[in-house]
C-alpha cells in the first residue's frame, strides 16, 4: 500500500472527481456530448448502475475490512464507505463500462477507425479510475482485480441482452498479492499468474428492451445512414 499513498500528491485532485462515477473520463475517449448520444449516456448509465448493484450484492455477504480497519497507517484521504472493499465498486463499474464500449466498436466501424487504440485507452482509463482507490486509501489491489473481472462480467451480459455479443463467460478469482494492471487482465497467460481463470459461457437470450436502447445507441454514430 506505501507505493500508492506515495502518488497522493499528483492524483489527489483527480480522485476527489471520481467520487461519483466519472462518466466523462469515458466520454472524453470517444468524444460522446450529450446533444448527440443520449441513448449511448443511457446505455453507459444502465450497465454502470447493474453493476453497483452486482458489486453491493458481492460486498455485503462477504464484508471484506477496509484498509484503514485493518491499519491505522492507512489513513484515507477521502470519506471511507460504509460498505465493504472487496470488490472494488469503482472497479466493477468503470470496467464495466469499458467492456460495454469495447463492444460498441464494432459495430460502428466507419466512426473509430483507430478502434484497437481506443479499446487501450478505455481499459487503460479503467485502470485508472480503480488504482486511484486504492491511491487514496480505501481498496486493496486485490479488490481491483475481483472488481474488474466482475464488471467484464456484467458488460458481457449486457451486450448479450443486446444481441451485440455471443453468450457471455466468466470468471473464477482465487486471490493473491500481486499489483493490479488492465494488460495484465486481457492476457490470458498473465490473468491466470494473478489468480483469474476463465469459465464457460452460460445461455443468455437477447431482451427486447436492451435490444432497443442498443440500436438507438448505435444509430446515433450513423454517417449518412451507415453507422
Not at 471520481?18 to 475517449?29: E, G, L, R
Not at 487482465?185 to 437470450?205: Q, T, V
Amino acid at each position: 500500500m506505501r507505493s500508492y499513498l506515495d502518488q497522493r500528491l499528483e492524483r489527489t485532485p483527480e480522485i476527489l472527481s471520481q467520487v461519483a462515477f466519472p462518466t466523462d473520463y469515458f466520454s472524453m475517449i470517444l468524444g460522446l456530448n450529450a446533444a448527440s448520444n443520449r441513448f449511448t449516456f443511457e446505455l453507459i448509465a444502465m450497465t454502470q448502475i447493474l453493476a453497483s448493484h452486482v458489486a453491493m450484492v458481492v460486498k455485503h455477504h462477504l464484508a471484506c475490512r477496509r484498509p484503514d480497519r485493518v491499519s491505522g497507517l492507512d489513513l484515507p484521504i477521502i470519506q471511507t464507505p460504509g460498505h465493504g472493499s472487496f470488490p472494488s465498486a469503482h472497479a466493477t463499474e468503470a470496467f464495466a463500462v469499458s467492456e460495454l464500449l469495447r463492444g460498441l466498436l464494432p459495430h460502428i466501424p466507419h466512426h473509430y477507425p483507430d478502434r484497437e487504440k481506443r479499446c487501450l485507452l478505455l481499459d487503460k482509463q479503467a485502470e485508472r479510475i480503480a488504482v486511484n482507490r486504492t491511491v487514496a486509501g480505501v481498496h486493496f489491489p486485490i479488490d481491483s482485480w475481483a472488481g474488474s473481472s466482475l464488471g467484464i462480467g456484467v458488460a458481457r451480459i449486457v451486450l448479450a441482452k443486446c444481441g451485440a455479443a455471443p453468450d457471455p463467460s466468466g470468471f473464477a478469482y482465487k486471490a493473491k498479492d500481486t499489483e493490479f494492471r488492465a494488460v495484465h487482465l486481457r492476457d490470458p497467460d498473465e490473468a491466470r499468474r494473478h489468480g483469474l481463470a476463465p469459465l464457460g459461457s452460460f445461455a443468455c437470450p437477447p431482451s427486447d428492451l436492451f435490444k432497443w436502447i442498443w440500436n438507438k445507441s448505435v444509430g446515433e454514430f450513423a454517417i449518412g445512414g451507415v453507422p
